[in-house]
C-alpha cells in the first residue's frame, strides 16, 4: 500500500495557460475525492467519485474546473485558463467502500503568475 | 448549512502540557468527525475519529468527545511534545454524503 500518489507535486503556469493534475488512489479504494486549500485555510471540498461515477461537485466549482475518473482507477483534475485566484494546493484523497476515514495525498500546488 | 467552526486559531503550550481544539458542527445529522494533523507543506494525515453513537474515544496522548446536544466536539492532546507542533484540522461527513467539511485549522506550537 503506496498511499495517494499525486503529480506534479508543484506547477507554476502563466494566467491563461490550462493545467492537469493526476491522482492515483490507494490500491482498491473506490472512492476518491478532490480538495483544494489555500494558505490559513481548511481544505475546502471540491468533487468525489464513486467509481468511475461523479457524485457531487461543489457548487462554487467554476466551470473552467473539470474532473474525471474514466475507469475506476486514478482521476484527473483540469483547470482550464488559470486565473491567479486558482493559486492552492489542490488535494486529493481516497476511501475505500463501507469505510469513513479519508486518506490524503501529499497535495499538487499550483501557483498562477 | 455546510460549516465548521474551529478554535482557537492558534495555541501555543509548553511541553508538557495539555491542548485542547473545539469544533462546532451546523448538520445535526452528521454522523463522522474526524480529526487531521498537517505538517508544513504535507498533506492531512488522520490521527483520531468518533461515530456519532459514541461520547469519546482515546489513543494514547490523543482523545475527542463529542456533545451531539450542542453539536460539538474536541481534541485533547496530553503531555504535548514538541513534534506535537502543527496544524489540526477538525471535519464532519455530511449525513447522506461521502462529503466532508472541514474547519479552518489551528496551528498548535509546542514550546520546549
Known amino acids: 500500500d503506496t498511499g495517494v500518489s499525486q503529480d506534479p507535486r508543484h506547477k507554476i503556469t502563466k494566467r491563461g495557460q490550462n493545467v492537469t493534475f493526476r491522482c492515483d488512489p490507494i490500491s482498491e479504494h473506490n472512492r476518491l475525492y478532490w480538495y483544494r486549500q489555500t494558505l490559513g485555510q481548511g481544505p475546502e471540498f471540491l468533487t468525489y467519485?464513486?467509481?468511475?461515477?461523479?457524485?457531487?461537485k461543489s457548487r462554487l466549482l467554476s466551470d473552467r474546473f473539470s474532473a474525471e475518473r474514466p475507469k475506476g482507477s486514478f482521476s484527473t483534475l483540469e483547470i482550464q485558463r488559470t486565473e491567479q485566484g486558482d493559486s492552492a494546493m489542490y488535494l486529493c484523497?481516497?476511501?475505500?467502500?463501507?469505510?469513513?476515514?479519508?486518506?490524503f495525498g501529499e497535495g499538487s500546488w499550483l501557483t498562477v503568475v | 448549512g455546510e460549516n465548521v467552526e474551529q478554535h482557537p486559531s492558534t495555541l501555543s503550550v509548553q511541553e508538557g502540557d495539555s491542548a485542547v481544539i473545539k469544533c462546532t458542527y451546523s448538520?445535526?445529522?452528521?454522523?463522522?468527525f474526524p480529526w487531521y494533523k498537517q505538517e508544513l507543506g504535507k498533506g492531512p494525515q488522520l490521527i483520531i475519529d468518533?461515530?456519532?453513537?459514541?461520547g469519546e474515544k482515546k489513543d494514547q496522548r490523543i482523545a475527542v468527545t463529542l456533545n451531539k446536544t450542542a453539536k460539538h466536539f474536541s481534541l485533547h492532546i496530553t503531555e504535548t511534545q514538541p513534534e506535537d507542533s502543527a496544524v489540526y484540522f477538525c471535519a464532519e461527513r455530511l449525513d447522506g454524503t461521502y462529503k466532508y467539511i472541514f474547519g479552518t485549522g489551528t496551528r498548535l506550537k509546542v514550546l520546549a
Open positions: 467519485f464513486q467509481n468511475e461515477a461523479q457524485l457531487e
Open positions: 484523497a481516497s476511501s475505500a467502500g463501507g469505510g469513513n476515514t479519508i486518506y
Open positions: 448538520d445535526s445529522a452528521s454522523n463522522y
Open positions: 468518533i461515530r456519532s453513537n459514541v
